[in-house]
Each structure stands twice: as structure tokens, then as C-alpha cells.
């Protein structure tokens, strides 16, 4: 029973474009996002986080979005840069901590 | 600052072989987590120590796996005896604090397979 669903396994995008990836989840426990980028052969790395108790979190190009009526979140990557092409993983937490993982979005930048 | 190292990169066993996996933490951090990540899923926690204590191995299966964290540094993960399912990427994980809100650090992982 999959808790954090990425549904799409893979996006490709125009470079200098808007990059939307998607993320629902259906345990109305969870407490925390995250998402993690990762590029081939390397471990994931944290890219930006937000709470449950906001809608909205900001850092440079990339924004997550939330939307807890609908158990939604997005992350917005605005513009798309050909560094952006990799696997991004969204993550959310449970209050004792557990962590669960999608299966991941492979996002493509084409020039 | 050097990141969280992992050896080896990979790995190439037959099935009820025996293999481990090592992982240096950065420096100074107190959590470690071990992941599996079976090809087209994401990353599932196995265990998750904090110093040399074990905080979390709900989702370890114990009959075949195993993992210590001696003196609360570097941890090793076994695997005896393997299983062709257990074919996957072994990601060490670590971060500063103890909570899973604190930034995770993954070092590049063990790729092993399992004939």
C-alpha cells in the first residue's frame, strides 16, 4: 500500500520553462515534506522542505506547494535548467518520525 | 567537509551468499540510517541509529540482515544469507540531530546483485 505516490515517472520539460512535479499521499498523519534530487550513480540530496501547518515554501527557483484538503503537494521549478534533469523523490513524515519515500519522477530539461 | 563515504560501489554475489556494506557518517553527526532502494522504487528505511543505539529497525528483516554501529561512527549492514529479491542500492544515510526533519546526507550508495 503505497502512502506517497509519484505518478508520474517521468516529465520532460523545455529548458527555461516551469517544471511541475507532483506528489500525493493519503495518510492525513503525516506531518512533514520533503523532496530529494538525485543524479545517476550519486545518493539523493535534500532540496527543499515544508511543514503541514503551511501552504507555501520558497527557496530560490524551487517552490513546494501544499494542499492538504486534497493531500497534494507540488514542487515548482521555475526556470527549468539543463542541471535540473534527475530523479526527484518526495518524502513525508510521520510524527514519530518514520519517513516514507515515492518511487520517484524523472524529470527531463531538453535545450 | 568531506560527505558520507560507502563501500563498496558495488557488488556481485550468488543467492545464500553472505555480503556487508560499510558506511562512514560525516563527522559529528549522530544519526545514521540505512535504505534500501529496489530498482523503480524509492529509498525504504531499514534501520536508523542514533550514536550506537538502534531508534528504529521496524522495517529490517532480521532473519537475514543485520547492522551495528560500534563506538556510535561507522555501521556495517549484513546481509546472510542473500536472496535474489535483495538485489538493490544499500544508501547510508546521516544527519546532525536525531530527528527525520533534520537534513539527510546519502552517501552514492552499494549497487549489489544478487544471482
Known amino acids: 500500500d503505497q502512502q506517497v505516490k509519484q505518478n508520474s515517472p517521468s516529465l520532460s520539460v523545455q529548458e527555461g520553462r516551469i517544471s511541475i512535479l507532483n506528489c500525493d499521499y493519503t495518510?492525513?498523519?503525516?506531518?512533514?515534506f520533503l523532496w530529494y534530487k538525485k543524479y545517476p550513480a550519486e545518493g539523493p540530496t535534500f532540496l527543499i522542505s515544508i511543514s503541514s501547518i503551511k501552504d507555501k515554501n520558497e527557496d530560490g527557483r524551487f517552490t513546494v506547494f501544499l494542499n492538504k484538503s486534497a493531500k497534494h503537494l507540488s514542487l515548482h521549478i521555475v526556470p527549468s535548467q539543463p542541471g535540473d534533469s534527475a530523479v526527484y523523490f518526495c518524502a513525508a513524515l510521520l510524527a514519530d518520525d518514520k519517513i516514507i519515500f515515492g518511487k520517484g519522477t524523472r524529470l527531463h530539461i531538453l535545450p | 567537509e568531506a560527505g558520507v563515504a560507502q563501500s563498496p560501489r558495488y557488488k556481485i554475489i550468488e543467492k545464500r551468499q553472505s555480503v556487508a556494506f560499510w558506511c562512514n557518517p560525516i563527522s559529528g553527526h549522530a544519526t545514521l540510517y540505512w535504505y534500501q532502494q529496489i530498482l523503480g522504487q524509492g529509498p525504504k528505511l531499514l534501520i536508523q541509529?542514533?550514536?550506537?543505539?538502534?531508534?528504529?529497525d521496524s522495517q529490517l528483516p532480521k532473519d537475514r540482515f543485520s547492522a551495528e554501529r560500534l563506538k556510535g561512527v561507522d555501521s556495517t549492514l549484513k546481509i546472510q544469507p542473500a536472496k535474489l529479491e535483495d538485489s538493490a542500492v544499500y544508501l547510508c544515510?546521516?544527519?546532525?540531530?536525531?530527528?527525520?526533519?533534520?537534513?539527510?546526507?546519502f552517501g552514492p550508495g552499494t549497487r549489489l546483485l544478487v544471482l
Open positions: 544515510a546521516s544527519s546532525r540531530g536525531w530527528r527525520a526533519k533534520e537534513t539527510q546526507y
Open positions: 541509529f542514533q550514536n550506537n543505539g538502534v531508534v528504529d
Open positions: 495518510n492525513s498523519m503525516f506531518d512533514y
